[in-house]
């Protein structure tokens, strides 16, 4: 489904909200539509929330208190019911520090890898242009295990974010330069499994949003497979639980909330209260509830599950081109 373009202009400046619900949503819009000015105005915003003091009480950066809580919350945000409605909030968060604290005027980009699938590092958000690109990786093309002895020595050297400094790695104070070791999956030959392709190919997120009943089933589906890869596939940075300390993270998980909202779009009155799996990891016995709560270690006060199932209610107002 997209959104009239028409609305387009509008809605990224105004909303109109009646009652709970907002009837003039912003339009998110895939990255590589954007105007060449529309990248350089987000990227220098980003960087922006590096020169924000921390609002959770840390010693660094606006722009390092999400990496730091969304590793201090890893286990109770992973493979769980709530993976999607979590980070849902938590994409808002950030675009709304963006605005709020660097005057964007834009939307929440995404990246649709599903583009890319099978040629991850020539995909146009790893341009190394210093005001519109995020940079290549550290070994582009090279196979690099995600899980090698020393995995902070491939630093992003071009782009945007060209050696930018990093404070937190896992839970821990490590300090090092925004690290990608692109890692296809299978070794150095170009084979039609390289970057892990088949689990966010077309077919693959075809698959999962039109064949899943429930969103348990789709949601398991989303976190495991499409996912999961990207973040392996890029390595470096985005393979810990500190994953948000590469910007291309917001990005990528804009696209999962999109995929998510795609599939609420062919049943709304059912799909946005459809909501069940594990509350707890690995624990089947404590089942998920609407009710329950979702915290964001001082970034947002306490919020449920239930007041972001939409993305046109409960503080949300936005949609996908």
Not at 293 to 314: H, K, P, W
Request: charged residues 15%; negative net charge; glycine residues 6%.
């Amino acid at each position: 489904m997209r959104w009239a373009t028409a609305a387009l202009a509008a809605a990224i400046t105004g909303k109109t909200v009646a009652g709970n619900e907002c009837t003039q949503p912003a339009v998110r819009r895939e990255w590589r539509v954007l105007a060449e000015q529309e990248k350089v105005d987000y990227i220098a915003a980003v960087k922006c929330l590096t020169t924000k003091p921390s609002k959770v009480g840390l010693a660094t950066s606006l722009y390092e208190d999400f990496p730091w809580i969304h590793s201090q919350l890893n286990s109770n945000i992973h493979f769980v019911a709530s993976f999607l409605p979590w980070h849902r909030w938590f994409v808002h968060l950030y675009e709304s520090e963006l605005r709020g604290q660097c005057n964007y005027r834009g939307t929440m980009p995404y990246w649709d890898w599903t583009q890319d699938s099978g040629a991850l590092p020539s995909a146009p958000v790893f341009l190394e242009s210093t005001t519109s690109g995020f940079g290549a990786g550290g070994l582009q093309n090279e196979f690099q295990s995600p899980t090698r002895p020393n995995p902070l020595t491939s630093c992003v050297t071009t782009g945007a974010f060209a050696n930018l400094s990093l404070t937190y790695y896992t839970t821990t104070e490590r300090t090092h330069c925004l690290n990608r070791s692109f890692n296809n999956g299978t070794g150095s030959s170009p084979t039609d499994d390289s970057w892990q392709a088949a689990l966010y190919s077309p077919a693959m997120i075809a698959n999962i949003t039109d064949k899943s009943p429930s969103f348990e089933k789709f949601w398991v589906e989303l976190e495991n497979n499409p996912h999961g890869a990207i973040h392996n596939s890029i390595g470096g940075d985005m393979v810990p639980s500190t994953s948000p300390n590469d910007p291309l993270f917001f990005l990528h998980h804009s696209q999962v909330d999109r995929l998510w909202w795609i599939w609420q779009q062919k049943d709304p009155m059912t799909r946005n209260s459809d909501y069940s799996g594990n509350k707890y990891p690995y624990d089947d016995e404590t089942p998920a509830s609407l009710a329950d709560t979702m915290t964001f270690g001082g970034l947002s006060t306490n919020i449920t599950v239930a007041d972001v199932m939409s993305t046109i209610r409960g503080g949300l107002c936005y949609g996908y081109a």
